[in-house]
């Protein structure tokens, strides 16, 4: 079985319009393009792939394409629902499809949860997989409201862990991630900010499951191979907080997906409301601003 190191692309989900169907035919070249780019895997419909905005039967067809078109990429499926009966039936049919591993959020509807409540919930997800299930808890308290909390993580390891297999903290706190990797040498620790790639490999971190891979997978790829190397990641590094300073003056979903065409034969797609495109004059300036980052050619 595959490792699941290194560069994972947060990979994105194509609409044909903000309010129309999934852009199904847009997938295969942009799994190329990641690969090409040196990503190594892919966790699609997370965050940045808009899971939540999307339906089960879209979800299972956006798989069965994945898994088709993935050629080496390993792909670590974003499988959380807030519903307990489809989060179990998408993460089995994940499964039976061939996914590596599962990416599941907490459920996200409730808010002021009780860790017993979590524990619960991830315990009978465990117990209607396989025992040899693959699971990396998703930490992202700022869109999910429901943190996964050490205590949560230490009963999931008692009563399921042979399948608990990591984490993903996009908690945006590094010492966060640095408490995880300290506290839990055994399990895969990812993390899930652009902001502090580099940090999160030296301390020991399995990989980075990063936005910006999905449209600049080079620049994040730099990163990695300095850091396996031995060799100083500061530049490769601070470029990629440049880029990712200015992004946020924008929808992530939104920029990643307007710039790719400018880097790529990829055509344009875009994100699915309530999210909303990028506006004329927005893109305009999203482009200059690339320009003048050297990024891309004005």
């Known amino acids: 079985m595959p490792e699941l190191s290194g ?35 892919i966790a699609p419909m997370g965050t940045t792939g808009e899971g939540p905005s999307l339906g089960f039967g879209e979800r299972e067809r956006l798989l069965d394409i994945v898994m088709q078109h993935r050629g080496s990429l ?15 039936a998408l993460s089995n049919y994940a499964l039976e499809r061939g996914a ?32 040899d299930a693959r699971i990396v808890l998703y930490h992202i308290p700022k869109y999910s409201g429901v943190p996964i909390t050490y205590r949560v993580v230490d009963d999931l390891l008692e009563t399921n862990g042979s399948q608990i297999f990591g984490i993903k903290d ?50 994040l790829r730099a990163i990695v191979d300095a850091q396996r190397a031995g060799e100083p990641t500061t530049g490769a590094q601070e470029r990629v907080l440049r880029l990712r300073e ?19 034969d990829i055509p344009a797609t875009c994100v699915r409301a309530p999210l909303s495109n990028l506006s004329d004059d927005e893109l305009v300036a999203l482009r200059q601003s690339l320009a003048d980052l050297g990024e891309i050619v004005a």
């Not at 947060?10 to 990641?34: C, I, K, M, N, Q």
């Open 74 to 88: 390993f792909v670590m499926a974003g499988t959380g629902c807030a519903s307990l009966a489809d989060t179990i």
């Open 170 to 219: 996009s908690g945006g706190d590094p010492a966060h991630t640095a408490s995880l990797i300290h506290r839990y040498p055994h399990l895969a620790i990812y993390g899930g900010s652009d902001d502090y790639v580099a940090r999160t490999l030296d301390l020991g971190g399995r990989g980075v499951i990063s936005a910006i891979a999905n449209t600049f997978p080079r620049l």
């Open 246 to 264: 200015l992004i946020k003056n924008y929808d992530a979903q939104a920029s990643l997906k307007a710039a790719l065409p400018w880097l790529s």
């Open 100 to 131: 590596d591993a599962l990416m599941i959020l907490p459920p996200f509807y409730y808010k002021n949860l009780s860790d017993a409540g979590v524990h619960d919930y991830y315990r009978a997800v465990c117990d209607a997989l396989p025992p």
């Open 7 to 41: 560069l994972i692309a947060a990979s994105l989900t194509p609409f044909v319009s903000s309010v129309g169907p999934v852009d199904y035919e847009w997938l295969p070249a942009h799994l190329r393009f990641l690969e090409a780019g040196g990503v190594e895997g």
